[in-house]
């Protein structure tokens, strides 16, 4: 945090301007976030682009390959990038829903703007941790405390956990017998990973109801890690830990004693989850083919839940492969498959990098031109 006697970066005190929302407290400022290992992930990124344009050159025939080229339908395919803008326009909207009720005065312009930033730091880094640090900076950055936009991520997280946990359980209960003959493996993988993310919501529940044992469990098992010399400075970790677990219990209290907000957060992002599988059925009528809906529903389901939880930037390698194996069973033919899996992982991985890019550099520069009119006035 920046305090008083800390000397402010020229976008620092062009952003923090009373005339762009209110005016805040300089010990509220933020400073911005750092990724560790951020080229190696952007690396593994353009890699992976390297790796799915070579999949879609040799995994189809040439006259396959061509035909899925020429059945083509791009008022289709544009309405699944539209669908793509949905999808971070429901996002917005929940974070919307949070901010009138704790920061009412903030726009829904800046939260867009930030949803599409988190996004594309989602993207870059593993298990989509980065998003919600720089989405608490830029927050922070339009004018919104940090007391504010830290508690609201972390109730969009818990409903974004609560909802694509119900989605996910109506998936498995009404289709997953559809899938078990064809790939029985594949569907053991989605049940898995279906597990980890119950296992997570359940956590986040513990800590809401049991608060007290779980930090008597976290420490009990530091202390003993420590002793074994597994962990050093277990003291450290006692502090930190217990921290996280402070700021979930009250954000978990919170949302409880906000019914009506949890349920239409939660509303939102059924619709929001929906729209988004629903990519993959108007990329394949894009492709000239038909298919059941709740089927390619059910797919791209599955594919999220497999790769939710694999440690690499969006999943990479899990979602391509999962993609790929689940659609074989409702494509005619490879070429189709390939070209599917290249514009779905294209419009719902590299489209939101490179316009997420695009934000943040534009959004940095813009304050580097006002930092530099404020000096000239200060001058």
Same mark, same amino acid.
């Given at each position: 945090?920046?305090?008083?006697?800390? #000397? %402010?970066?020229?976008?620092?005190?062009?952003?923090?301007?009373?005339?762009?929302? *209110?005016?805040?407290?300089? =010990?509220?400022?933020?400073?911005?976030?750092?990724?560790?290992?951020?080229?190696?992930?952007?690396?593994?990124?353009?890699? @992976?682009?390297?790796?799915?344009?070579?999949?879609?050159?040799?995994?189809?025939?040439?006259?396959?390959?061509?035909?899925?080229?020429?059945?083509?339908?791009?008022?289709?395919?544009?309405? @699944?990038?539209?669908?793509?803008?949905?999808?971070?326009?429901?996002?917005?909207?929940?974070?919307?829903?949070?901010?009138?009720?704790?920061?009412?005065?903030?726009?829904?312009?800046?939260?867009?703007?930030?949803?599409?930033?988190?996004?594309?730091? *989602?993207?870059?880094?593993?298990?989509?941790?980065?998003?919600?640090?720089?989405?608490?900076?830029?927050?922070?950055?339009?004018?919104?405390?940090?007391?504010?936009?830290?508690?609201?991520?972390?109730?969009?997280?818990?409903?974004?956990?609560?909802?694509?946990?119900?989605?996910?359980?109506? !998936?498995?209960?009404?289709?997953?017998?559809?899938?078990?003959?064809?790939?029985?493996?594949?569907?053991?993988?989605?049940?898995?990973?279906?597990?980890?993310?119950?296992?997570?919501?359940?956590?986040?529940?513990?800590?809401?109801?049991? /608060?007290?044992?779980?930090? %008597?469990?976290?420490?009990?098992?530091? %202390?003993?890690?420590?002793?074994?010399?597994?962990? #050093?400075?277990? =003291?450290?970790?006692?502090?930190?830990?217990?921290?996280?677990?402070?700021?979930?219990?009250?954000?978990?209290?919170?949302?409880? %004693?906000?019914? /009506?907000?949890?349920? /239409?957060?939660?509303?939102?992002?059924?619709?929001?989850?929906?729209?988004?599988?629903?990519?993959?059925?108007?990329?394949?009528?894009?492709?000239?083919?038909?298919?059941?809906?709740?089927?390619?529903?059910?797919?791209?389901?599955?594919?999220?839940?497999?790769?939710?939880?694999?440690?690499?930037?969006?999943?990479?390698?899990?979602?391509?492969?999962?993609? @790929?194996?689940?659609?074989?069973?409702?494509?005619?033919?490879?070429?189709?498959?390939?070209?599917?899996?290249?514009?779905?992982?294209?419009?719902?991985?590299?489209?939101?990098? !490179?316009?997420?890019?695009?934000?943040?550099? @534009?959004?940095?520069?813009?304050?580097?031109?006002?930092?530099?009119?404020?000096?000239?006035?200060? =001058?």
């Amino acid at each position: 945090m920046a305090n008083d006697n800390q #000397k %402010k970066e020229p976008f620092e005190e062009a952003i923090l301007e009373p005339n762009l929302l *209110n005016e805040i407290a300089p =010990e509220t400022a933020m400073e911005r976030p750092h990724i560790k290992g951020r080229l190696l992930n952007v690396v593994l990124c353009i890699f @992976a682009f390297g790796m799915l344009v070579g999949y879609l050159f040799f995994a189809g025939e040439g006259e396959d390959m061509a035909n899925a080229l020429s059945s083509m339908r791009w008022p289709w395919l544009v309405l @699944a990038v539209l669908m793509v803008v949905g999808y971070w326009f429901f996002e917005s909207v929940c974070m919307q829903i949070f901010s009138r009720d704790m920061f009412p005065k903030f726009r829904f312009r800046d939260t867009f703007l930030c949803t599409i930033i988190g996004q594309y730091f *989602n993207c870059i880094t593993p298990l989509s941790s980065g998003g919600q640090p720089f989405q608490a900076y830029y927050y922070n950055r339009f004018g919104m405390p940090l007391s504010k936009s830290m508690p609201m991520l972390v109730s969009r997280f818990v409903t974004y956990q609560v909802a694509t946990s119900a989605f996910c359980a109506l !998936v498995l209960l009404f289709r997953l017998h559809y899938f078990v003959e064809e790939n029985s493996a594949l569907t053991t993988l989605v049940v898995i990973g279906f597990i980890g993310g119950l296992g997570l919501l359940l956590m986040l529940l513990a800590i809401a109801f049991w /608060r007290n044992g779980i930090v %008597k469990l976290m420490t009990w098992a530091f %202390k003993l890690a420590g002793k074994m010399h597994i962990v #050093k400075d277990p =003291e450290k970790r006692i502090v930190d830990t217990t921290k996280t677990i402070d700021d979930a219990y009250n954000e978990m209290r919170y949302m409880m %004693k906000k019914p /009506r907000l949890f349920a /239409r957060s939660i509303a939102v992002t059924f619709v929001q989850l929906l729209e988004f599988f629903a990519i993959s059925y108007v990329i394949m009528r894009g492709l000239g083919c038909d298919g059941d809906f709740l089927t390619v529903i059910s797919c791209q389901a599955f594919v999220y839940m497999i790769s939710s939880f694999v440690p690499t930037p969006g999943a990479m390698g899990a979602a391509e492969t999962s993609y @790929a194996l689940f659609f074989s069973t409702i494509y005619p033919s490879a070429s189709f498959v390939a070209l599917s899996t290249f514009i779905w992982r294209f419009l719902t991985f590299y489209f939101p990098i !490179v316009t997420g890019m695009f934000v943040t550099l @534009a959004m940095n520069r813009g304050d580097a031109v006002r930092a530099q009119e404020a000096n000239k006035n200060l =001058e």
